[in-house]
């Protein structure tokens, strides 16, 4: 290493590939030895002669395609950043450069490695002015502050509304400053998601699904091999139960969520009297879900019911509002304008109806005039049952309006809450969302939690180590880290009977740390196995919704075999959990397998009414919106996960960490959180207006190709469709012909397409 650094300094690369890949391996090891003697790394003194041969060694490996081990070896001797002064880098190379680089990240243990690899990407994308990829890294590190500054450099017409596109899809509440071509008004209406109705029935309409369907068409009855339900039929009248019908009201808003019509509620009232109290409250909330994105419609209907004179309905109608404008901004902000009075109102239903219609309506958007509104229903002091699950719900509702902002008031209110709370407060069934409602303002965001975390501990109650351990994974979530996985599995590890809430968190912590990495993933995935095996029934419990939270929207064949073991437990809630597990994990897939092994599991229950309505809710999540929308948060390309999104689900999987007190009792409304995470999962190309323009594209297996040679095949196995076509979570689609090029480099959503102006035509003879 001597020799070669005095006599190459220039032409090391005559040495050849091997020489100077071994002395790459030296200069690494060289440069930790002096760390570990106590050179201070920040100082570029002590290793001038090193780092005078990594000079010379990047640039000739990023002229030589192996972008890989220059990326490796500037990680090494910690200095990422020069790769931004290389000239070498251009619109060859620099996708490669990027993709090893946002892959590299997840492997990264410390915060600021892992910022600063990302960050450097960020800055290469953007001196190519691929701003709409540097905006989906910004997204990636949770950097808000920095999409004015993109929305500023950015000068093609095109991509600025694409990156519009993507933060619909990302449910950010940015609005576009005035600019001199005067776009704005049109870019902020497609930020808000205000065309999001209408594109999505026009997919609808172009895949002829716009019948609405009627619970028995999902539940299939007919099929029933026993016949015994059938045969009754003919004999005395049918006896509506309760609850049957309460599922039928879910079943019914979920599979024609966003179609605007449907066979219940639509048509008359009828429905809506079958409905007992909180089943009323339900049946009229379904309303919003079933005009779901379509603001105008959809208030004009609800409307009559908000002046009803019974309260359920009239709360019904409230959520309904909420739900009906999730993830859509509107001028008139109708939301806001009619929950208002109720938040402040009396009536203890209406209260918690309209918290969790805000939160529904406002998740991500950080408001603060709905914190305003929502904050003193948290600080609330008078002591009763009603009291407690108020300040839950509210709690939750600013969990989900300011999901990953790590905001400071609505974060010391809810700790504040906790610390003076009584004993027998602090007992209640719906406390859990209140410490949910916590956790989701630092979701993703790593070790700004800390501060929180140290609060929390000071709790004298065993709600403080359920908080904490909420709080921590989802602060991880996403985050692939070990240490923390490794944390949690030691919390799962005691052996406890009663008061182990804490160590069902943390089994879904460990799904919701190594969600969204795939080698992570599969790791927990054995891990569950153990868990199974040998520990307790609390954590037992938990494992099928660690699995429905690794693979959400993803109906892997193994995972659906696992579950529905499961879904035969001789203990109720293992088997409960994991017949929800089966609808999250295949929500929106219309998946045939799982929808056989429901119904199935609808005979073999059929004695058991809880059991029936949890099959019937994982019906719901199958068949939801006919098969055209999923609940996976992550997104573009799974690079992106989208707050709101695992919100919603999160919101549901603490449902059913205690089943009895929420979907099978009073609260099961919380289930219309689910709507946060509903998108549609169409791609559709489109021209510059937004009109659309169908193509050739190309949909298969998504493959992983960072750090390849040459142009690998992104994707396996595909089929040529023509858009508007469904995209699975695991599968992706590219362009299927060279005519049109895309605005933006994942083919995800609405995408833009302009003309390929290199384009020559084979010529016919």
Partial sequence: MGDTASAADNNL????????RSLAGEIGQEYNARILSGVDPDEDGPFQDLLKMVDVIVPFNVAHNAEAEAIDL??????LKKILELESIDEKNYRRVCLYLIKTADFMADPDDYAEVLETAYELFRKQNQYHDALRIALRMGNEGAIPELFSQCTDKLMTKQMCLLLARQRVNYTVEPNEDGTEDELNEIIGNEKLSEEFLKVAQDLDVMDPKTPEDIYKSHLAETGGFSRRREGGPVVDSARANLASTYVNAFVNAGFGQDKLMTPDNDWLYKNKDHGMMAASASLGLIQLWNVEEGLAQIDKFLYSSEDYVKAGAALAVGILSSGVRNEADPTLALLDEHINGDSHIMKCASCTGLGIAYAGSAREDVMELLLPVVEQENSGPNTMLEVSLAGLALGMIYVGKCDDSVGGTI????????DEELDHSHVRFLCLGLGLLFLGRMEKAEAMLEAIRTIEHDISKFAEIVLETCAYAGSGNVLKVQEMLHQCAEHLEDNAEHQMAA?????????????????ALRSFDHLLHYCELPVKRAVPLALGVLNISNPDFSVIDQLSRLSHDPDNEISQNAILAMGLTSAGTNNSRVAGLLRQLSEFYSKEAGHVFCVRIAQAMLHMGKGLMTLAPMHSDRLITSGPSLGGVLVLIHCCIDLRTTLLDKTHYLLYYLTCAMNP???ITVNEDLSWRPVTVRVGQAVETVGQAGKPKTITGFQTHTTPVLISTQ????????EVLSVSSVLEGIVIIKDNPDYIAPETS
């Avoid at 700790?415 to 009584?422: D, F, S, Y």
């Avoid at 089994?507 to 790791?523: F, H, P």
């Fill in 13 to 20: 690369g005559s040495w050849g590939h091997e020489f100077v």
């Fill in 74 to 79: 500037l990680i090494e001797v910690q200095r």
């Fill in 415 to 422: 700790v504040q809450r906790l610390m003076e709370a009584t």
């Fill in 507 to 523: 089994v879904v912590g460990i799904a919701l740390i190594t969600m969204g990495e795939d080698v992570g993933a599969e790791m």
């Fill in 681 to 683: 999962r169409m791609l």
């Fill in 731 to 738: 599968e992706r689609a590219e362009l299927g012909t060279d």
